[in-house]
């Protein structure tokens, strides 16, 4: 997820040995589970991991909540501030009582609606011109693969991309008709993961399993976001 540099800066400058009761003196030899090296003091991460002052200062930031020390990849933003997974809904709560009232919606609504219409209609008009503009190109000499185009109000570069993607069953074919060195300077094998969103759903919303050590393991491994859509109900004929 990505977290604006300027917010993770504020977020780090509150990580101080001085101000923060994470910092302690090291009571036996532990182990920085960040850069493996046994640090003259510790601090605590959220989950009780050891890390030493340099990789706290420069890889994790605090919740603006619970304080806790969190990986900035595991950091989620409201506003100006981070959380952690646990703070996050908390903080969306206290957002939300921010929220325009009932006579404020309906104007938004309206204005949404008419400017929803007016996005549709030259959404539409632009991919038409983009369309046509690289029908355009197409028929025109390329200079450092690109097309530049020129009008009364300026111009538009069109610029041409090649990529390409492997047929699965095809290339598997072809593996055993090359040689192993051939094949693997040719092709990249790759593993890829993809969630069962309803059982994830499921367990992540589970109360048993709040706080457990597998509940954080899993949201550290699946980025968990929620994307409200918004679409204009059209009144019944």
Known sequence: MFIPEKIILEAKDKIRPEASEHFAPATAPQLCVECLETPTETVAGRRGETLCPACAKNYYVACALCRGLIPQDEALTHGD?????????????????????????????????????????????????????KAAAAARERV?????LSGEEGAVKCSFKTSLKCVTEKVSALEGQLEPDEFAALFERKVSYSPVKDQLEKFLSNDAATGTPLRELILAAVERTETPTLTVVRPKK
């Open 81 to 133: 501030a981070v959380y952690c997974s646990d703070c996050n809904a908390q903080a969306a709560q206290v957002q939300a009582g921010n929220a325009p009232d009932d006579s404020e919606v309906e104007s938004l609504v309206s204005e949404y609606i008419g400017l929803h219409a007016e996005e549709k209609r030259i959404k539409d008009r632009l991919d038409e011109i983009k369309e046509q503009l």
């Open 144 to 148: 450092a693969g690109a097309v530049t």
